[in-house]
């Protein structure tokens, strides 16, 4: 059980927009502790998608975009394309745990 | 170009141990902090253990604690983590990611290898 909490699996038809939603606490997103995302794509290397919360590395196409409020975070993708189907993972750090990093759950995210 | 190559996995008995390695190349290896970070089968990212660029700091999970140590060798541009009574449990693909920062306390995994399969079993 992470101290970060997404949702398993969202989807949505090419196209459209989905968000996917990270939710953590006082000793983490809401501490003010940047929240990190990275697309997985099974048999690859995870990639960095958004850092900070809300910027895009170089390469990143801008239909990805993220923001934070209190304890959440979320992930936008807006025109959605076949090649965005992949697991979603949100990162950050808590100040009540030993540990450095902590992911969330990771969200399966389907194109339908 | 950044790259990072992990070599070392394999299968392993319960209580066993294991040296995993990553061979960095495309950055200034001993200006960054490292991680390795593990996908277990069917299961979501668990970052494991990190490094600071000297090597004076080390974090690691409560799940790994007192059986993993992170290491690097910045003549070699080389990370590596020593596992030792590994249990079924540690079964994953094992990822080194490169951090953004120097100190690896508030890491940001910009880079990431391909990673490599430890399976623990009898």
């Known amino acids: 059980q992470s101290v970060l909490t997404q949702p398993p699996s969202v989807s949505g038809a090419p196209g459209q927009r989905v968000t996917i939603s990270c939710t953590g606490s006082s000793s983490n997103i809401g501490a003010g502790y940047d929240v990190h995302w990275y697309q997985v794509v099974p048999g690859t290397a995870p990639k960095l998608l958004i850092y900070d919360s809300t910027n895009r590395p170089s390469g990143v196409p801008d239909r990805f975009s993220g923001s934070r409020s209190g304890t959440s975070a979320s992930l936008a993708i807006t025109g959605l394309q076949a090649e965005d189907e992949a697991d979603y993972y949100c990162q950050s750090y808590d100040s009540s745990l030993s540990a450095s990093g902590v992911f969330g759950g990771g969200t399966k995210l389907s194109v339908l | 170009e950044v790259q990072l190559l992990e070599s070392g996995g394999g299968l392993v008995q319960p209580g066993g141990s294991l040296r995993l390695s990553c061979a960095a190349s495309?950055?200034?290896?001993?200006?960054?902090?490292m991680s390795w970070v593990r996908q277990a089968p069917g299961k979501g990212l668990e970052w494991v253990s990190g490094?600071?660029?000297?090597?004076?700091?080390?974090y690691y999970a409560d799940s790994v604690k007192g059986r993993f140590t992170i290491s690097r060798d910045n003549s070699k541009n080389t990370l590596y983590v020593q596992m030792n009574s590994l249990r079924a449990e540690d079964t994953a693909i094992y990822y080194c990611?490169?951090?953004?920062?120097?100190?690896?306390?508030?890491?940001?995994?910009?880079?990431w290898g391909q990673g490599t399969l430890v399976t623990v079993s009898s």
């Open positions: 990611a490169k951090d953004s920062f120097a100190s690896g306390t508030y890491p940001r995994f910009d880079f």
């Open positions: 490094i600071s660029v000297t090597g004076a700091g080390t």
């Open positions: 495309g950055f200034t290896f001993s200006n960054y902090a």
